[in-house]
């Protein structure tokens, strides 16, 4: 599902940031936290264009999210746990 939204917005023709995620959670399913961290990186579109569009390629975004997914910082949770002490 978070692949076939980033080819969506990549291919742009949405008027703003706003609803870009309102897509992206409404019509892909993607919660409102990833569709927001999705469309962080928006571009305008070129002229005569007018919107904006996905900045990032689709294998950028996998590996951001690949990361995303193996990132575990629940240690952080722990009474007393410091950033320091993060692997």
Request: with cysteine; proline share 8%.
């Given at each position: 599902?978070?692949?076939?939204?980033?080819?969506?917005?990549?291919?742009g023709?949405?008027?703003?940031?706003?609803?870009?995620?309102?897509?992206?959670?409404?019509?892909?399913?993607?919660?409102?936290?990833?569709?927001?961290?999705?469309?962080?990186?928006?571009?305008?579109?070129?002229?005569?264009?007018?919107?904006?569009?996905?900045?990032?390629?689709?294998?950028?975004?996998?590996?951001?999210?690949?990361?995303?997914?193996?990132?575990?910082?629940?240690?952080?949770?722990?009474?007393?746990?410091?950033?320091?002490?993060?692997?």
């Open positions: 599902a978070v692949e076939r939204a980033v080819g969506r917005a990549r291919r023709g949405f008027d703003s940031r706003g609803a870009l995620e309102g897509t992206l959670v409404g019509e892909e399913g993607l919660s409102p936290a990833l569709a927001q961290w999705i469309a962080q990186s928006c571009r305008p579109l070129p002229p005569p264009a007018s919107g904006v569009a996905l900045a990032h390629e689709l294998g950028v975004v996998r590996c951001l999210l690949r990361s995303y997914r193996t990132a575990d910082f629940s240690h952080l949770l722990l009474p007393g746990a410091r950033l320091a002490d993060s692997p």
